[in-house]
């Protein structure tokens, strides 16, 4: 027999210069960040696929019912978590959230719960300084947070 060993892909960035502390602390920052809220955005995500395909076959009148229970269970089970995270850190996982279910935050609240309350948590999102329909941009503005993402994924970080 012939012994056969699958090995992560691993990824080479570029080393990165940083001009002064102040952009260094925002990068152990960022990494700290990613390491936090990445396994949550991933929660998350198997969270609505096994919801949605659950409610697949539900009359509006039960799906609602069904909703409201998840709802009420989530808000019991997470919501200490949740509040442990810092302003910043919740910012990054509406973003993550995005890039898990390619569909803002704000769509999958309209599609579960009805535009009334999606258009509700958008405006105290917004009273924060935040937005629930914020876009995850690979490739420009989150450009560093998709390096942090891959490399702690793979272990590399």
Known sequence: TIPFFQMRQVYVYPPLKFKNNKEWREYLRLVRNVKKVYPISVMINNIIIETYEYMEGMSKKERLAHIKRVEDGLM??????????????????????????NSASYDIIKAFVGTFRAKFY????????????????????????????????????
């Open 76 to 101: 019991e089970q997470y919501k200490p978590m949740f509040k442990k995270l810092t302003f910043s850190q919740g910012k990054l996982l509406i973003k993550m959230v995005d890039r898990q279910c």
């Open 122 to 157: 958008q405006s105290f999102a917004a009273v924060f300084g935040a937005s629930l329909k914020k876009k995850y941009d690979r490739k420009g503005e989150d450009k560093l947070t998709e390096r942090v993402i891959t490399l702690v994924t793979n272990y590399q970080l």
